[in-house]
């Protein structure tokens, strides 16, 4: 596989590599960490050569498949199956042809979308599908260095409308074929004639930082300070806010993220959090379905907010299957949905209510963060008292 790296080019050289590697590679499958600059790469290179741009759509870092003008048209007239339908003509069933640009979108869409078997898994049927016609897929890893990563990441909303309103104006101007709908915060307002482009309505969730109210930074924060922080937001203002603690093999613990504050009309902050700051890969092994290219073991501190999680999170529910809702049920604050996206992310899950009570994914935990906020409150106290 080749690797290349974005943060050691410019964008016109990268470019420039891409048009050549299509040139060469009827197909193109780039894959890579969120932030490594694979969409917008994608949309800059399409020019007349370009015949197809697609992607996964599933909350991780999507490959994106490119493909070539004159195998684009090929896979148009290829008939690779003849499907029947559930309706008859007297007592003949129908039968349709499938080509195989529709059996590629349909792989897509269930290997990656809906079955979420992994990137491997859909460039293995992608290259199955294609030796039909004798074209053999290439392999890009798009990489860039992690600080960039994550300063792309928390900036992308920013250019999002341009960047996909220059994808549409390509796909009119060279006869590119798309299947995207949004890219991080942009949406297209007209799908079907792919026409308009707007920001996410304040009740979607856009996979950027306008999911939160605010960002909070914490440089110089420990992790009690920022419990602390935590239940003062979800008293105050009855906010959900969270942040992320990475645990090394060598048992230490550093916060990597800001702390984030939720909107009261859209609260949850958890993937969104997971997306910016770390940037996870869909690779299917066992339970879990999400990987990151960090060492170590990813907590999600985040706060349980009763009034909030009931009039959010049922309303979301139905068009989520990846973030994490708290409600009070049985189990208590670690949800049924926290405890899944534990296993699906290969994460801890840890989550503190108004009174600073602790519940998480990891039992253990809760005696350590009890101490943490306990020693935390108590040095807060002492200064408190010294300043009076």
């Known amino acids: 596989m080749n690797v290349l790296d974005t943060s050691k080019h410019t964008k016109d050289e990268l ?4 048009r050549k590697e299509l040139a060469d590679n009827p197909i193109l499958y780039l894959t890579g960490p969120q932030g490594g600059g694979k969409t917008t790469l994608s949309v800059g290179m399409a020019d007349e050569n370009v015949g197809a741009i697609y992607e996964g759509r599933a909350r991780s870092a999507q490959p994106v498949i490119i493909i070539r003008k004159d195998i684009t048209d090929k896979m ?3 008939i690779v199956e003849r499907r029947k339908l559930p309706i008859f003509d007297g007592d003949d069933p129908i039968y349709v042809d499938v080509k195989m640009l529709d059996k590629l979108n349909y792989i897509i869409e269930d290997v990656f979308d809906v079955m979420e078997l992994g990137e491997e898994h859909l460039f293995n049927e992608i290259s199955k599908l294609a030796d039909q016609i004798g074209v053999k897929p290439k392999q890009i890893e798009i990489i860039a260095d992690e600080d960039i990563l994550v300063r792309r990441r928390l900036q992308r909303h920013m250019d999002a409308k341009d960047r996909l309103e220059e994808l549409l104006k390509k796909e009119k101007q060279y006869g590119i074929k798309s299947n995207l709908l949004g890219i991080q915060g942009a949406k297209v307002l007209d799908i079907l004639n792919r026409e308009g482009v ?9 996979r950027t930082v306008k999911d939160f ?3 909070l930074p914490t440089r110089d924060m420990t992790i009690g300070q920022c419990l602390l922080k935590v239940v ?3 008293n105050e203002e009855g906010k959900e806010s969270g942040f992320l603690v990475m645990h090394t093999d060598d048992g230490e613990q550093k916060i990597i993220s800001d702390l984030v504050v939720g909107k009261h009309e859209n609260s949850m902050i958890g993937v969104t959090l997971l997306e910016i700051y770390v940037g996870y890969r869909q690779s299917r ?5 999400y990987k990151s290219n960090l060492e170590g073991k990813v907590e999600v501190i985040h706060s349980f907010t009763p009034e909030l999680q009931l009039e959010v999170g049922f309303k979301q529910l139905a068009n989520m299957n990846l973030d994490y809702i708290s409600e009070e049920d049985d189990t208590g604050l670690v949800s049924v949905a926290d405890k899944a996206a534990a296993d699906r992310f290969g994460i801890i899950v840890t989550v503190v209510d108004t009174d600073g009570n602790i519940e998480s994914s990891e039992p253990k935990r809760i005696e350590e963060l009890d101490r943490i906020m306990f020693e935390a409150y108590q040095e807060f106290k002492a200064a408190q008292g010294l300043n009076e």
């Open 15 to 18: 470019t420039e590599i891409l």
């Open 76 to 78: 148009e007239q290829e």
């Open 198 to 206: 707007g920001n996410y309505d304040d009740s979607q969730f856009s």
């Open 213 to 215: 109210d605010r960002i």
């Open 232 to 234: 003062e937001i979800s």
């Open 285 to 289: 092994h066992m339970y879990q379905t």
